[in-house]
């Protein structure tokens, strides 16, 4: 059973970065996408970015060029680097995963097998 387990949510200012932070455990999703959505209040899992096994990544328009999704060569731990944060990033953070190896970075929620619990970033303006 893969479990999904995420860190470095906090309260930041705008502008500033931050980098959260999913540990892998029961697996490795090192041939694995992963992807990480957001979400925040009455609004349903927004895609942010995501890595497929070949190391591809994908983005949300609204995050490119400020967000960056990576992993460890183990495939045990990916990353959201999160930089010049603006008010409207506020959301829980989720990361998720395929089960199937290669399968392609895709935005629906519902695509994904496995999730975390998520973590809480605020960005104050």
């Known amino acids: 059973q893969v479990q999904l387990v995420e860190s470095g949510g906090r309260l930041v200012q705008a502008g500033d970065s931050l980098r959260l932070s999913c540990t892998v455990s029961g697996r490795t999703l090192s041939t694995s996408t992963v992807a990480w959505f957001r979400q925040s209040p009455g609004k349903v899992h927004g895609f942010v970015a995501g890595?497929?096994?070949?190391?591809?990544?994908d983005y949300a328009y609204s995050v490119k060029g400020r967000f960056s999704i990576s992993r460890d060569n183990d495939g045990k731990t990916f990353y959201l680097q999160l930089n010049n944060v603006k008010p409207e990033d506020t959301a829980d953070y989720h990361c998720a995963a395929r089960a199937e190896n290669f399968a392609l970075i895709v935005m629906e929620p519902g695509r994904y097998d496995y999730w975390g619990r998520g973590t809480q970033v605020t960005v104050s303006s």
């Open positions: 890595i497929d096994g070949h190391g591809r990544t």
